[in-house]
């Protein structure tokens, strides 16, 4: 039997503003539990929440990206359930008018795309963090109060694959637009997702469950391949799926019940009447659109049309908008765009991704880079050369001329010295010359080697062949 | 001249100003009355003597150095303990938040500071403001200072009978639906509840956030506008508080009631008012029409929906506002427990009160999936159309006068056993909340007993200069406010 997956993910991305979502305390806190809060924030008796308009500028600058339909009038709810994380007894957040309405994501490539519908994309905060100890547990309300931002797919997805891409796909908007750190492993982007498999061709969804604590874009494929092999197997073998919530468990590599739904909350929303509701207006829309930079499917498509690089090369230098906008400034500055991927694919990447670092703390400026290029085109220095150039600058953060100068890296352009070099190894290696005159000219190839070594390299390598070739010839 | 305690506070400021007296002998002479009668009338919770006196100097000396002192530098005043003050208990009367001690300051108690108040306590209360009796304490009865047998109504019983005892110059009070006004009415004292947005809440522990507005309970009218004037304004801490222009709500005060419309609906004047209060109620209508009032007969026809749709609201309201007491943060926890779930049931089991509980049942009932439509979205339905009634009738009238309670001052334990009839105490005052505009409960007169009758003015939204007007004319031309128990 043929069976069909039916997925569908719910995303919640924590919000990058300055300050929380209700209060004026610091969304960044590395120091100890507690500090960042206030009585707002903590729920103290008699605090009232005051909206930070930040949080809704990201919403609809997101929402716009997803071609969602905002909207004008917004209204928080509380969400009531009790938990210790959750100071207040319940969750400001939205229910009934969400914030951003019937959208999609484009996935797959340019001949074969398939959209994903976005259902909502909504507003909320954060709840707090538990700590569970032998002697009891601990609560930090330092993330109590982040902002977060719901957005939910429509069950469009087919396959896990197709999963972790609109995942990805929706990642790198977040990014673009810096409203979101996407750090799947530290939850700023966490996912959940409903699952359910039907027999292909099939038009009612079957039973689904729903998976959780996938905590990085890996993990998640495989959670979510798991599960729909598991819901198979169960119903190949005669069994039926139980509506539940699932855990994916990172170290079994598997999905074990958490609980039923048939416990699930009544949440009781009603209306906060602590906020007013949020009017936004046609020209505020306008406004943010304005704001909203070139996304990566449209950045990737300028960048083979105006750099003229393969379209391989611009997928990859669109990942992050700190790599593009770094290719962009080197390519502004060298007018070989190819070379300059070249470099910055090969080279770099990989010593960013050795030192598993990012773009932003690299040591090499696009000027210093472009102008180790600038030098290799005027023979300056080899190619070669220009790899240990590139090393020392990744490492030292020195300029490439300050580097060649000290090190004596400069190519040696002297014929007269080439040549007096060749003499040397030509009488060094009898052999090899008589080899050559006597008809075995691919010899010469050792020869270069040997003066190209001598030199350490900084020969210049088609002086080098000429030059020999005619001393070869000469006797 | 040590009978401090019988002036008001523009009285006392006058005497402050003439170098006449000092703000510490004011405060001390409140304080030896407070020792003398709290034992009987039990309205505070916590004495702030130390702070009280340090206050007061301070306040001597900046007179003593010339320095220019508000209206209500050095006044004694109790606070309703529903208000957050930085390091002094808050309980809202509440076994549950028994050991609370707020590290901040509510707006209005910050605003009071500004003008170098005295505070000389927090004063009792229904717990969480829920009652109309004071008797739903988690603490202590409060006693109507004219007589100790009956209720000084509430929930904020214990800032109307500080005031009527003269046991401060004046108090804040909160008012979810009557809670200034029905006990000012029983104290017989002067209580206003303002336009919900007027005040900022921000610090007021809140029972339902959309109804709860604080406002001042006083000896006068005067005093009342002194302190709206300083306790109003926008707040940035406070979504719901509104940003505009206000007039000094002391300017217009004698400007008179001649040619002021005024409206008498006739759903409040049905037969089970008290046979006394409506004969104080045609006296102040007489009165009133002698000053140049003109008055005319309106209906506000969904009034008798206005409890049930209170209920409705503010138990929903509530029971999310009472969910944060769970013995996690702050305030009492069970000692008896192995889990969270057990440690939060019986942290509320033992630390709630019998009402407290039946409203948060009520309030979770009526925001079931199942049952929001039929009652918590109805009810806001109807909340539109008494808003709607009020619209109308202050179309054709400037101002509505009405009975503030059916009959006065009941008496303890009176009607603890039937929480419907208690409820049914807040029947005139209720709408006013609902409709979010400002009213005011006065002296209109005393029953045979003895026991004080209020009359409310409702006005249209941020009409409070209009209100303050009309209750200051029927004050002048009335001597009910110069009274109080000996
Ligand atoms: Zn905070």
């Given at each position: 039997m043929?069976?069909e997956?039916?997925?569908?993910?719910?995303?919640?991305?924590?919000?990058?503003?300055?300050?929380?979502?209700f209060?004026?305390?610091?969304?960044?806190?590395?120091?100890?539990?507690n500090l960042?809060?206030c009585?707002?924030c903590?729920?103290?008796?008699?605090?009232?929440?005051?909206?930070?308009?930040?949080?809704?500028?990201?919403?609809?600058?997101?929402?716009?990206?997803?071609?969602?339909?905002?909207?004008?009038?917004?209204?928080?709810?509380?969400k009531?359930?009790?938990?210790?994380?959750?100071?207040?007894?319940?969750?400001?957040?939205?229910?009934?008018?969400?914030?951003?309405?019937?959208g999609?994501?484009?996935?797959?490539?340019?001949?074969n795309q398939?959209?994903?519908?976005?259902?909502?994309?909504?507003?909320?905060?954060?709840?707090?963090?538990?700590?569970h100890?032998?002697?009891?547990?601990?609560?930090?309300?330092?993330?109590?109060?982040?902002?977060?931002m719901?957005?939910?797919?429509?069950?469009?997805l087919?396959?896990?694959?197709d999963?972790?891409?609109?995942v990805?796909?929706?990642?790198?908007?977040?990014?673009?637009n810096g409203?979101?750190?996407?750090?799947?492993?530290?939850?700023?982007?966490?996912?959940?997702?409903?699952?359910?498999v039907?027999?292909?061709?099939?038009?009612?969804f079957?039973?689904?469950?729903?998976?959780?604590?996938m905590?990085?874009?890996?993990?998640?494929?495989?959670a979510?391949?798991?599960?729909?092999?598991?819901?198979?197997?169960?119903?190949?073998?005669?069994g039926?799926?139980?509506?539940?919530t699932?855990?994916?468990?990172?170290?079994?590599?598997v999905?074990?019940?958490?609980?039923?739904?048939e416990?699930?909350?009544?949440?009781?929303y009603?209306?906060e009447?602590?906020?007013v509701?949020?009017m936004?207006s046609?020209?505020?829309?306008?406004?943010?659109?304005?704001?909203?930079?070139?996304?990566?499917?449209?950045?990737?498509?300028?960048?083979?049309?105006?750099?003229?690089i393969?379209?391989?090369?611009?997928?990859?230098?669109?990942?992050?908008r700190?790599l593009?906008?770094y290719?962009?400034?080197?390519?502004?500055?060298?007018?070989?765009?190819?070379?300059?991927?070249?470099?910055?694919?090969?080279?770099?990447?990989?010593?960013?991704k050795?030192?598993?670092?990012?773009?932003?703390?690299?040591?090499?400026?696009?000027?210093?880079?472009t102008?180790?290029?600038?030098?290799i085109?005027?023979?300056?220095i080899?190619?070669?050369?220009?790899?240990?150039?590139?090393?020392?600058?990744?490492?030292?953060?020195?300029a490439?001329?300050?580097?060649i100068?000290?090190?004596?890296?400069?190519?040696?352009?002297d014929?007269?010295?080439?040549?007096?070099?060749?003499?040397?190894?030509?009488?060094?290696?009898?052999?090899?010359?008589?080899?050559?005159?006597?008809?075995?000219?691919?010899?010469?190839?050792?020869?270069?080697?040997?003066?190209m070594?001598?030199?350490?390299?900084?020969?210049?390598?088609?002086?080098?062949?000429?030059?020999?070739?005619?001393?070869?010839?000469?006797? | 001249?040590?009978?401090?305690?019988?002036?008001?506070?523009?009285?006392?400021?006058?005497?402050?100003?003439?170098?006449?007296?000092?703000?510490?002998?004011i405060?001390?002479?409140?304080?030896?009355?407070?020792?003398?009668?709290?034992?009987?009338?039990?309205?505070?919770?916590?004495?702030?003597?130390?702070?009280?006196?340090?206050?007061?100097a301070?306040?001597?000396?900046?007179?003593?150095?010339?320095?220019k002192?508000?209206?209500?530098?050095?006044?004694?005043?109790?606070?309703?303990?529903?208000?957050?003050?930085?390091?002094?208990?808050?309980?809202?009367?509440?076994?549950?938040?028994?050991?609370?001690i707020?590290?901040?300051?509510?707006?209005?108690?910050?605003?009071?500071?500004?003008e170098?108040?005295?505070?000389?306590?927090?004063?009792?209360?229904?717990?969480?403001?829920?009652?109309?009796?004071t008797?739903?304490?988690?603490?202590?009865?409060?006693?109507?200072?004219?007589?100790?047998?009956?209720?000084?109504?509430?929930?904020?019983?214990?800032s109307a009978?500080?005031?009527a005892?003269?046991?401060?110059?004046a108090?804040?009070?909160?008012?979810?639906?009557?809670?200034i006004?029905?006990?000012a009415?029983?104290?017989?004292?002067v209580g206003?509840?303002?336009?919900?947005?007027?005040?900022?809440?921000?610090?007021?522990?809140?029972?339902?956030?959309?109804?709860?507005?604080?406002?001042?309970?006083?000896?006068?009218?005067?005093?009342?506008a002194?302190?709206?004037?300083?306790?109003?304004?926008?707040?940035?801490?406070?979504?719901?508080?509104?940003n505009?222009?206000?007039?000094?709500?002391?300017?217009?005060?004698?400007?008179?009631?001649?040619?002021?419309?005024?409206?008498?609906?006739?759903?409040?004047?049905?037969?089970?008012?008290?046979?006394?209060?409506?004969?104080?109620m045609d006296?102040?209508r007489?009165?009133?029409e002698?000053?140049?009032a003109?008055f005319?007969?309106?209906?506000?026809?969904?009034?008798e929906?206005?409890?049930?749709?209170y209920?409705?609201?503010?138990?929903?309201?509530?029971?999310?506002?009472?969910?944060?007491?769970?013995g996690?943060?702050?305030?009492?926890?069970?000692?008896?427990?192995?889990?969270?779930?057990?440690?939060q049931?019986n942290t509320?089991?033992?630390?709630?009160?019998?009402?407290?509980?039946?409203?948060?049942?009520?309030?979770?009932?009526?925001?079931?999936?199942?049952?929001?439509?039929?009652?918590?979205?109805?009810?806001?339905?109807?909340?539109s159309l008494i808003?709607?009634?009020?619209?109308?009738a202050?179309?054709?009238?400037?101002?509505?006068?009405?009975?503030?309670?059916?009959?006065?001052?009941?008496?303890?334990?009176?009607?603890?056993?039937?929480?419907l009839?208690?409820y049914?105490?807040?029947?005139?005052?209720?709408?006013?909340n609902?409709?979010?505009?400002?009213?005011?409960?006065?002296?209109?007169?005393?029953?045979?007993?003895?026991?004080p009758?209020?009359?409310?003015?409702?006005?249209?939204?941020?009409?409070?200069?209009?209100?303050?007007?009309?209750?200051?004319?029927?004050?002048?031309?009335?001597d009910?406010?110069l009274?109080?128990?000996?």
């Amino acid at each position: 039997m043929q069976y069909e997956p039916v997925i569908g993910l719910e995303i919640h991305a924590q919000l990058k503003t300055n300050t929380k979502i209700f209060c004026n305390c610091s969304t960044s806190f590395d120091q100890q539990p507690n500090l960042s809060t206030c009585p707002v924030c903590l729920g103290l008796p008699g605090a009232l929440p005051v909206l930070n308009k930040k949080v809704i500028e990201y919403g609809i600058k997101t929402a716009l990206c997803l071609n969602c339909k905002i909207a004008d009038k917004n209204i928080f709810a509380r969400k009531n359930y009790f938990y210790p994380d959750l100071p207040k007894g319940y969750q400001i957040s939205q229910f009934e008018l969400p914030l951003g309405l019937g959208g999609f994501i484009n996935i797959g490539e340019k001949d074969n795309q398939k959209r994903i519908g976005i259902t909502r994309l909504h507003l909320e905060e954060d709840a707090g963090k538990l700590l569970h100890r032998a002697d009891g547990s601990l609560v930090d309300f330092n993330r109590t109060g982040i902002p977060l931002m719901e957005i939910v797919s429509e069950p469009d997805l087919r396959t896990a694959k197709d999963a972790k891409e609109f995942v990805v796909k929706l990642r790198d908007i977040l990014l673009y637009n810096g409203v979101c750190d996407c750090n799947m492993e530290q939850g700023s982007l966490r996912c959940d997702a409903n699952i359910s498999v039907r027999k292909a061709g099939a038009k009612e969804f079957g039973v689904k469950t729903e998976v959780k604590n996938m905590n990085s874009f890996r993990f998640m494929q495989k959670a979510l391949e798991y599960e729909i092999e598991r819901q198979i197997d169960e119903l190949e073998s005669g069994g039926r799926i139980i509506q539940e919530t699932r855990l994916w468990d990172e170290a079994k590599g598997v999905t074990v019940s958490m609980r039923s739904k048939e416990e699930a909350h009544d949440y009781r929303y009603f209306p906060e009447p602590d906020l007013v509701p949020v009017m936004v207006s046609v020209q505020w829309v306008e406004d943010i659109r304005k704001t909203i930079p070139e996304l990566p499917d449209e950045k990737k498509e300028r960048f083979v049309s105006q750099y003229n690089i393969p379209e391989y090369d611009a997928k990859v230098l669109t990942t992050s908008r700190d790599l593009a906008d770094y290719f962009e400034d080197c390519a502004k500055l060298y007018s070989d765009a190819k070379i300059v991927s070249n470099w910055i694919m090969g080279e770099l990447l990989r010593e960013i991704k050795n030192d598993n670092t990012d773009i932003k703390d690299c040591s090499i400026t696009p000027k210093m880079l472009t102008d180790m290029l600038g030098l290799i085109k005027k023979g300056v220095i080899s190619g070669k050369i220009a790899k240990q150039v590139f090393e020392d600058m990744y490492k030292t953060g020195d300029a490439p001329q300050d580097i060649i100068e000290k090190k004596g890296l400069k190519q040696i352009m002297d014929p007269n010295a080439i040549r007096s070099i060749i003499k040397e190894i030509m009488a060094g290696n009898p052999k090899q010359v008589r080899l050559y005159r006597q008809g075995k000219t691919k010899i010469i190839g050792y020869l270069v080697g040997q003066v190209m070594k001598h030199t350490k390299g900084k020969a210049n390598p088609q002086l080098v062949n000429k030059l020999l070739a005619e001393e070869l010839k000469r006797d | 001249m040590s009978k401090f305690y019988e002036y008001s506070i523009c009285e006392l400021n006058s005497l402050l100003l003439k170098k006449e007296i000092k703000a510490v002998e004011i405060t001390e002479s409140y304080l030896k009355r407070i020792e003398k009668l709290d034992g009987k009338i039990g309205s505070y919770l916590t004495i702030t003597a130390e702070e009280a006196l340090k206050q007061a100097a301070i306040v001597d000396k900046k007179i003593v150095n010339g320095e220019k002192i508000s209206v209500l530098a050095g006044i004694p005043l109790a606070i309703k303990d529903n208000m957050c003050i930085k390091g002094i208990k808050t309980t809202c009367a509440s076994k549950i938040l028994h050991n609370f001690i707020p590290p901040y300051d509510a707006t209005v108690v910050k605003k009071l500071d500004n003008e170098d108040y005295v505070l000389l306590g927090k004063t009792n209360l229904d717990e969480f403001a829920m009652g109309a009796s004071t008797e739903n304490s988690g603490f202590k009865i409060t006693h109507n200072p004219w007589d100790l047998s009956c209720v000084p109504g509430g929930s904020s019983g214990g800032s109307a009978a500080v005031v009527a005892a003269r046991e401060a110059v004046a108090a804040l009070g909160s008012d979810t639906g009557g809670s200034i006004r029905q006990p000012a009415a029983c104290c017989g004292v002067v209580g206003l509840k303002p336009t919900y947005g007027l005040v900022s809440r921000f610090g007021l522990v809140a029972f339902a956030s959309s109804l709860d507005q604080i406002g001042p309970i006083t000896r006068d009218v005067r005093d009342a506008a002194v302190l709206l004037n300083i306790i109003s304004g926008h707040d940035e801490c406070d979504s719901t508080s509104i940003n505009k222009e206000l007039p000094d709500y002391t300017a217009g005060l004698g400007d008179g009631v001649k040619g002021l419309k005024i409206g008498l609906p006739k759903e409040y004047f049905s037969d089970w008012v008290d046979a006394e209060v409506a004969v104080c109620m045609d006296s102040a209508r007489k009165i009133l029409e002698n000053l140049g009032a003109e008055f005319i007969d309106i209906s506000l026809p969904h009034t008798e929906y206005g409890v049930a749709t209170y209920y409705i609201i503010a138990t929903a309201e509530a029971s999310a506002n009472l969910a944060r007491y769970d013995g996690v943060k702050y305030g009492y926890r069970s000692p008896d427990y192995n889990n969270f779930l057990q440690m939060q049931k019986n942290t509320r089991e033992e630390g709630f009160g019998a009402e407290v509980k039946r409203r948060i049942m009520l309030g979770t009932y009526v925001l079931s999936s199942g049952y929001y439509d039929a009652y918590y979205l109805k009810a806001q339905k109807v909340r539109s159309l008494i808003k709607n009634d009020f619209d109308q009738a202050f179309s054709d009238c400037d101002l509505i006068m009405t009975p503030t309670i059916a009959e006065p001052a009941f008496k303890l334990g009176e009607k603890t056993s039937d929480p419907l009839k208690m409820y049914l105490s807040d029947i005139f005052t209720i709408s006013a909340n609902l409709a979010g505009i400002p009213a005011i409960s006065i002296p209109a007169g005393f029953a045979k007993e003895g026991l004080p009758i209020g009359l409310q003015f409702l006005g249209g939204a941020f009409s409070e200069d209009m209100i303050l007007k009309a209750a200051y004319a029927f004050e002048q031309a009335t001597d009910y406010h110069l009274k109080w128990p000996k």
